[in-house]
């Protein structure tokens, strides 16, 4: 579902799960997601944890300059250094740095400076679980979803999937959709059933359905609508 809205390389996550170094074997996608978050939380300003692998020191810009002026004989600049930004778009953070004060969100500048990065290509933000990210922040859930809507999906016309583990919220009217997950069983024998609750503008023709999750992949049932 995710891929079939933006690209795995456009897919931004925040969570509040632990380290992810055990899940690389696994999925090594996950490994490449966070090489580049590390780079764009570096290029920002951040506290950017050391690299999983040494790789060549990153080119000052006073190199990089000596380097431009220096090759004469080119009239094609050399590229630039890892984690230099040259995009003109950017999100303003007034709103967010209101929000959060000095509380360190370092998770979510790696999201804005990475979704300008990308623009004006589509991209994907996940909060996972909504709930307890703004329990470490000491924040509402309605506060963070009305910035992320504002900042996100207005300004750079990113996609925002919000996962909540209730249902039933008073918050519906924030989001343009709200789909429920139900599991049966456990262990070896996974199953679960799909609601579509809310599609602004979408018309519903079938609300459920069943799916299952297999070495990590999500795959709906067909035949079988719900339980």
Same mark, same amino acid.
């Given at each position: 579902?995710?891929?079939?809205?933006?690209?795995?390389?456009?897919?931004?996550?925040?969570?509040?799960?632990?380290?992810?170094?055990?899940?690389? $074997?696994?999925?090594?996608?996950?490994?490449?997601?966070?090489?580049?978050?590390?780079?764009?939380?570096?290029?920002?300003?951040?506290?950017?944890?050391?690299?999983l692998t040494a790789g060549p020191?990153?080119? $000052?810009?006073?190199?990089?300059?000596?380097?431009?002026?220096?090759?004469?004989?080119?009239?094609?600049?050399?590229?630039?250094?890892?984690?230099?930004?040259?995009?003109?778009?950017?999100?303003?953070?007034?709103? %967010?740095?209101?929000?959060?004060?000095?509380?360190?969100?370092?998770?979510?500048?790696?999201?804005?400076?990475?979704?300008?990065?990308?623009?004006?290509?589509?991209?994907?933000?996940?909060?996972?679980?909504?709930?307890?990210?703004?329990?470490?922040?000491?924040?509402?859930?309605?506060?963070?979803?009305?910035?992320?809507?504002?900042?996100?999906?207005? $300004?750079?016309?990113?996609?925002?999937?919000?996962?909540?583990?209730?249902?039933?919220?008073?918050?519906?009217?924030?989001?343009?959709?709200?789909?429920?997950?139900?599991?049966?069983?456990?262990?070896?024998?996974? %199953?679960?059933?799909?609601?579509?609750?809310?599609? $602004?503008?979408?018309?519903?023709?079938?609300?459920?359905?069943?799916?299952?999750? %297999?070495?990590?992949?999500?795959?709906?049932?067909?035949?079988?609508?719900?339980?």
């Open positions: 579902m995710a891929t079939a809205t933006a690209a795995p390389d456009r897919i931004f996550y925040v969570g509040t799960r632990g380290p992810n170094e055990p899940l690389y $074997s696994k999925y090594p996608w996950l490994q490449v997601a966070d090489e580049r978050d590390r780079r764009v939380l570096g290029a920002s300003g951040g506290t950017a944890p050391p690299p020191a990153p080119q $000052s810009a006073r190199d990089l300059l000596d380097s431009i002026l220096g090759d004469k004989g080119s009239s094609i600049p050399p590229p630039p250094p890892p984690g230099y930004h040259t995009s003109a778009f950017s999100i303003d953070t007034t709103r %967010l740095e209101q929000l959060l004060g000095t509380t360190p969100h370092d998770e979510l500048r790696v999201v804005y400076k990475g979704v300008e990065e990308i623009f004006p290509k589509k991209c994907l933000v996940v909060i996972n679980r909504v709930d307890k990210v703004c329990a470490k922040f000491g924040i509402s859930e309605e506060s963070l979803i009305q910035l992320l809507h504002k900042d996100l999906c207005e $300004s750079a016309k990113a996609n925002l999937l919000i996962v909540w583990n209730k249902s039933g919220t008073d918050l519906d009217h924030l989001v343009g959709g709200v789909v429920s997950l139900k599991e049966f069983g456990g262990g070896m024998v996974f %199953l679960g059933q799909i609601s579509l609750d809310k599609l $602004s503008g979408v018309k519903i023709k079938q609300p459920k359905y069943l799916y299952n999750i %297999l070495d990590g992949r999500f795959k709906l049932l067909q035949g079988i609508t719900h339980m």
